[in-house]
């Protein structure tokens, strides 16, 4: 059964017909959404083949369709193209509908608790490979997206983190259940959500913090060139 390809369907489905809403008119802001998620799959596509090789994670030729890129399955491939375009999509859609920026007067102190307690995790458990990578990784993230924007989109960020754990939630259960993924135990905490590592929980935060940083920043650069004034 080809379980991880369905889960990319059912994944990328809803928010590309839901692109065209009128409210959210999603579609108009696939300029600045692709080469955002482009940056995703490269950073990640890299990452997921040095992981691989090491043995940190694999994959369970059962549920696969036995393509390969870069000695990665095609549907892991095709997950760093569905993932970040629904959540970005979940992103905007909340900005569409939810105007006021609910959850900015707490990003901040939210943005340094997370770092803070990220740095310490990862600083006690520098062995597993998973657990440090990723949670120094995100530290890292969110200094880049404070550095350009401070706590601009911070706020919104989150709110559309803890609404996209939903989907999250069930997509990774699947494949952590049965598994489709598999985890080497000697490289994360072991704390496990169900079946999904925790760790998966702050990759999911990083393959959304880093395509809604660039997204965010085209934006603003193509609003820039967009109401630019002539010089006569």
């Given at each position: 059964m080809y379980i991880y390809l369905y889960l990319n369907i059912f994944t990328i489905t809803f928010p590309l017909?839901?692109?065209f809403d009128k409210k959210v008119a999603f579609y108009k802001s696939w300029p600045a959404l692709f080469p955002a998620m482009l940056v995703n799959v490269l950073v990640f596509m890299a990452w997921d083949v040095l992981f691989t090789d090491l043995g940190i994670w694999g994959?369970?030729?059962?549920?696969?369709?036995?393509?390969?890129?870069?000695?990665?399955?095609?549907?892991?491939?095709?997950?760093?193209v569905t993932v970040p375009y629904a959540c970005v999509f979940i992103y905007a859609v909340l900005n569409a509908y939810i105007t006021k920026d609910i959850l900015r007067p707490y990003a901040k102190?939210?943005?340094v608790l997370l770092m803070?307690?990220?740095?310490?995790?990862?600083a006690f458990n520098s062995g597993k490979l998973y657990t440090s990578v990723t949670f120094c990784s995100l530290v890292v993230m969110h200094l880049l997206h404070l550095r350009f924007f401070r706590d601009?989109?911070?706020?919104?960020?989150?709110?559309?983190?803890?609404?996209?754990?939903?989907?999250f939630l069930l997509v990774n259960g699947v494949l952590t259940y049965l598994p489709v993924v598999w985890y080497n135990n000697n490289y994360i905490l072991g704390l496990r959500i169900v079946s999904i590592p925790v760790e998966d929980t702050m990759y999911s935060m990083l393959m959304l913090l880093l395509p809604i940083t660039v997204y965010e920043g085209l934006q603003q650069r193509f609003a820039l060139k967009q109401y630019k004034p002539l010089v006569v």
């Open positions: 017909l839901l692109s994959f369970n030729e059962e549920y696969l369709l036995g393509i390969t890129v870069f000695n990665l399955p095609l549907e892991e491939v095709l997950f760093f102190i939210i943005a803070l307690s990220l740095s310490c995790i990862a601009k989109f911070l706020g919104r960020f989150y709110l559309a983190y803890l609404v996209h754990l939903v989907p």
